[in-house]
T-cell receptor, first 111, second 111 residues
Framework: KAGVTQTPRYLIKTRGQQVTLSCSPISGHRSVSWYQQTPGQGLQFLFE???????NKGNFPGRFSGRQFSNSRSEMNVSTLELGDSALYLC??????????FGQGTRLTVV | GENVEQHPSTLSVQEGDSAVIKCTYS??????FPWYKQELGKRPQLIID?????GEKKDQRIAVTLNKTAKHFSLHITETQPEDSAVYFCAARFGNEKLTFGTGTRLTIIP
C-alpha cells in the first residue's frame, strides 16, 4: 500500500508570489489534514478536509486555503507569500479520525 | 479550543536509562492521545496511542499513561538506545476535531 505522497518536495518562491502544494493520501483514506512545521513552533494545524469538505480549520490567515478532490487528493494554496511562510508543510491522511499517516512534506522557502 | 503543553523541550538520557516526556491538555472532552516520533529529516510516525477508556498502554520498551482527572499523559521509554534519539510529539483530539500537537521534545541518547 503506497504511503502519503506530497509534491513537490522542495520549493523556492519570491515574496508576493503564490504557491500550490499537493497531497495524495493513502488509498481509502478520506481525511487529509495540513500542518505547518517550523523550528520551535511544532506542528501548527492549518485545516482538514473530509469527503471534499473542510471539516476543521486552524488559526491561519485567509491567504492559506485548501481543497479536496473526489479522489481524496488535496491541495493547499498560499497566496501573497511572506518570508514567515517559509516552513515544512506536512499533510496527514487518516481513514476517519483514526491514526494519522504523514507525508514526507514540502519544504517551502520564501526569499 | 484544545491546547497541549509538552515538557521538557529537550532531554538527554544515558543509553540504557529511561526517558519520560509529559503532556497536559486543556479540553476534558479529548479522547484520543497519540505520540509521534520524528527523526531528523523524516516524517512524523506514530509510535503509540491511547484512548480515554484506558489508563495505560505498553508496546515493548514504550508505554503511555493517561490521567484523565489531571488531564495529563506521559510517554515512557525504557532501556533507551541510540536509535531512540529523535523529536517526540504528543497530541490530543476529541472525536473528529483537529489533532492538536505539543511543541515537541528533542530526546538525545548519550552512548
Amino acid at each position: 500500500k503506497a504511503g502519503v505522497t506530497q509534491t513537490p518536495r522542495y520549493l523556492i518562491k519570491t515574496r508576493g508570489q503564490q504557491v500550490t502544494l499537493s497531497c495524495s493520501p493513502i488509498s481509502g483514506h478520506r481525511s487529509v489534514s495540513w500542518y505547518q512545521q517550523t523550528p520551535g513552533q511544532g506542528l501548527q494545524f492549518l485545516f482538514e478536509y473530509f469527503s471534499e469538505t473542510q471539516r476543521n480549520k486552524g488559526n491561519f490567515p485567509g491567504r492559506f486555503s485548501g481543497r479536496q478532490f473526489s479522489n481524496s487528493r488535496s491541495e493547499m494554496n498560499v497566496s501573497t507569500l511572506e518570508l514567515g511562510d517559509s516552513a515544512l508543510y506536512l499533510c496527514a491522511s487518516s481513514f476517519d479520525g483514526g491514526e494519522a499517516f504523514f507525508g514526507q512534506g514540502t519544504r517551502l522557502t520564501v526569499v | 479550543g484544545e491546547n497541549v503543553e509538552q515538557h521538557p523541550s529537550t532531554l538527554s538520557v544515558q543509553e540504557g536509562d529511561s526517558a519520560v516526556i509529559k503532556c497536559t491538555y486543556s479540553d476534558s472532552a479529548s479522547n484520543y492521545f497519540p505520540w509521534y516520533k520524528q527523526e531528523l529529516g523524516k516524517r512524523p510516525q506514530l509510535i503509540i496511542d491511547i484512548r480515554s477508556n484506558v489508563g495505560e498502554k505498553k508496546d515493548q520498551r514504550i508505554a503511555v499513561t493517561l490521567n484523565k482527572t489531571a488531564k495529563h499523559f506521559s510517554l515512557h521509554i525504557t532501556e533507551t538506545q541510540p536509535e531512540d534519539s529523535a523529536v517526540y510529539f504528543c497530541a490530543a483530539r476529541f472525536g473528529n476535531e483537529k489533532l492538536t500537537f505539543g511543541t515537541g521534545t528533542r530526546l538525545t541518547i548519550i552512548p
